[in-house]
């Protein structure tokens, strides 16, 4: 088992490795030209900690653990602090490759274990996010340690272990409170392994109550020693006691609207209004976007269908960063898999592993309520990546299956399996998705901007025109001429077609989101038109 871990790891921080090599061709190598993204608000929040600066004010906007770590990150490394963190990240990533070699060689084998692994090694987009300045990889790092340290104390239980699994879980709700819904199995967990230890110990009833109470104290002994700073610091800035963030309240309101959409993340004054009449907490916001729906619960039942099918669609929603942009860019991401090629076998994994149930229910229990908690929120591409190491366990068990399957020739039950492998490809591949948006177009000419590289801007105008066209018929007109206005605003054109484009989209199509951006390109035209910027967006190389 040594020898495959080992060879796991090595696969794993190898790809790393190489990637970070590739990684300066990428307009996400620096981060610091990245504002207004959550990349460079962990960034600058990192650093301003790292220096001693009180960044807090009332309960944490978003959880506090990632810029926490990047602060020590920043005390470490320094001005390396870019290459740091993400070799950093990359090994994390790859101890979260070996930590499925384990599960899978306890689940079936050592052949599902490395299969396993390997799948978890080569995952395109969990390379691609922990290779940012995002939460996405440490959460999926605690995450699967949880699922581990909850699997393997099935097998062998102990205190200790318990002790490991309350300070673990601390760890990931500081990093991201949705792992919560994991309490229950805790709570099983708790029960089936002190029964385990008592049952094995042969004891008495009275010495039993006592194993029970000794696996549960440590337990929240573990718990209480991860949370009681956030505890302390809540206390001292007159704060509720428990809070982890106030971000929770403006997810579920955004991700529930029945105008939000069913992927992605559109702020819109509605959303914000709800979020505030609810003074930011998350029952109240549950409770007040629930009544948008009192008349119309089937909307309600149709909104979170349309997200769950976003989740197992292969399409890897954006925000912040754009996977599919930096498959342009590093072509190492053109020959790794991704979650369509991958579906087929983690769904064959489940059905072949279902009578190891007893056993392997962490495992079924992490996947199925982590996934709710994401659907039940609002759903990104990377919001998935948590799941994905746990999948692949089953991934790993179901190419097994697969494998006996045929050399036992049983050939009609490996055609049935080869043809659910095919037709969940086939369904969630996103055979007819635009990968980039507008907006991606313009950060990506910016970009070739400021590196001073005006036919590579040039080049990105050009193609995001070309695309807008494309899907004239898809997106609503009033979207078709604020996207025009802008690209003609950025090559330098007649403001006074500009304004033309922007009028119609107003006239199209007043809603509020789209009001904001028409208002905000328009005060940018005005400032130009006054000559006090002549440029927009860092784009010198088109300014007239």
């Not at 929240?220 to 929770?248: E, Q, Y």
């Not at 759903?379 to 366990?393: I, K």
């Not at 208002?519 to 002549?534: H, Q």
Request: glycine share 8%; proline share 5%; with cysteine.
């Amino acid at each position: 088992m040594l020898i495959g871990g080992t060879a796991v790891f090595g696969a794993a921080l190898l790809t790393r490795l190489l990637y970070l090599f590739l990684m300066g061709e990428s307009p996400y190598h620096d981060v610091t030209l990245l504002k207004g993204t959550d990349c460079f608000v962990f960034y600058e929040k990192a650093l301003k900690i790292a220096s001693g600066e009180d960044v807090s004010e009332g309960v944490y906007y978003q959880a506090p653990l990632y810029p926490h770590f990047i602060a020590l990150l920043f005390k470490i490394f320094g001005d390396a602090i870019q290459t740091g963190q993400r070799l950093f990240q990359f090994l994390l990533g790859s101890a979260t490759a070996v930590m499925v070699f384990y599960m899978g060689h306890r689940l079936r084998g050592v052949v599902a274990g490395i299969m396993a692994g390997v799948l978890a090694a080569l995952y395109g987009p969990l390379l691609f996010y922990e290779g940012a300045f995002l939460r996405a990889g440490p959460i999926t790092f605690l995450n699967t340690l949880l699922v581990l340290l909850l699997f393997t104390g099935t097998y062998h239980p102990g205190r200790w272990k318990a002790l490991a699994v309350g300070a673990v879980f601390g760890l990931s709700v500081l990093l991201k409170p949705n792992i919560l819904i994991m309490l229950p199995v805790l709570v099983y967990w708790w029960r089936d392994s002190s029964r385990g230890m008592a049952d094995k110990g042969h004891e008495k009833p009275s010495a039993k109550i006592k194993t029970y109470a000794a696996v549960a104290v440590f337990m929240v002994l573990g718990f209480v020693t991860v949370m009681s700073p956030l505890w302390v610091r809540n206390i001292k800035a007159g704060v509720d006691v428990f809070a982890v963030s106030r971000r929770g309240a403006l997810e579920f309101v955004e991700g529930n609207h029945p105008d939000s959409p069913a992927a992605g993340w559109r702020l819109s004054e509605p959303v914000m209004e709800i979020t505030v009449k609810s003074d930011r907490k998350l029952l109240p916001a549950i409770a007040n976007t629930l009544e948008l729906y009192k008349d119309r619960p089937l909307q309600f039942a149709a909104k979170q269908l349309d997200k769950t099918l976003a989740f197992l669609s292969g399409f890897e929603a954006p925000n912040n960063l754009n996977y599919y942009v930096e498959k342009r860019y590093v072509p190492l991401f053109r020959f790794l898999p991704a979650w369509p090629h991958l579906l087929g076998i983690f769904i064959l994994g489940l059905w072949f592993s279902r009578k190891t149930f007893r056993l392997s229910y962490p495992l079924y229990a992490y996947v199925v309520l982590y996934s709710l908690a994401t659907i039940a929120f609002y759903f990104l591409g990377r919001f998935r990546l948590p799941v994905v190491p746990v999948l692949c366990v089953f991934g790993g068990a179901g190419f097994c299956s697969l494998v006996e399957l045929l050399r036992s020739k049983r050939f009609f039950s490996f055609l049935a399996a080869v043809s659910v492998f095919i037709a969940a490809f086939w369904l969630s591949f996103p055979f007819d998705r635009t990968f980039l948006s507008p907006a991606e177009y313009y950060n990506l000419a910016r970009f070739h901007a400021i590196q001073k590289e005006p036919e590579k801007v040039r080049e990105w105008i050009a193609e995001g025109l070309s695309r807008l066209e494309e899907q004239k018929e898809d997106i609503s007109a009033a979207a078709y001429h604020y996207h025009l206005a802008k690209y003609k605003f950025i090559r330098g054109g007649p403001l006074s077609e500009v304004e033309a484009e922007l009028g119609m989209a107003l006239e199209l199509d007043r809603g509020p989101a789209l009001r904001q951006d028409i208002e905000r390109l328009s005060g940018y035209v005005e400032k130009r038109r006054e000559g006090e910027d002549r440029i927009y967006m860092g784009m010198r190389a088109l300014a007239p």
